[in-house]
């Protein structure tokens, strides 16, 4: 059984950082990439960026590429999210999720088990 748990969120003022994190149990995530969405109400699933799974490839939404940057420790079996000079716009509850291979997608539909997200409030 996979579970993909996320910590890091909360309330930040625009111009601030959080790291989120994304723990998983069950199988080792190594083979397999991932991906940070995030969500708002009345809204659908945004993509926010994937990693490979060796970690070697990235993809990042356009309104996030140079503010923020994935990352994971395959070891740890963690993935990671640093949000830099957040705003106000980035607010939602986001979400880690796992592919079942090992490319990078910016499809929701491309991932098949997801955590329960974190929200991330950024005030002005």
């Known amino acids: 059984q996979v579970q993909l748990v996320e910590s890091g969120g909360g309330l930040v003022q625009a111009g601030g950082s959080l790291r989120l994190s994304c723990a998983a149990s069950?199988?080792?995530?190594?083979?397999?990439?991932m991906g940070w969405f995030r969500q708002t109400p009345g809204k659908e699933r945004e993509f926010v960026a994937a990693?490979?799974?060796?970690?070697?490839?990235?993809l990042y939404a356009d309104s996030v590429k140079g503010r923020f940057t994935i990352f994971r420790d395959n070891a740890k079996n963690t993935m990671s999210l640093q949000m830099n000079n957040l705003k106000p716009e980035d607010t939602a509850v986001y979400y880690c999720a796992r592919r079942t291979l090992v490319g990078v997608q910016s499809g929701a539909e491309r991932y098949n088990y997801w955590g329960q997200g974190t929200q991330v409030t950024v005030s002005s």
């Open positions: 069950g199988r080792t995530i190594s083979s397999y990439a």
């Open positions: 990693i490979s799974g060796s970690g070697g490839t990235t």
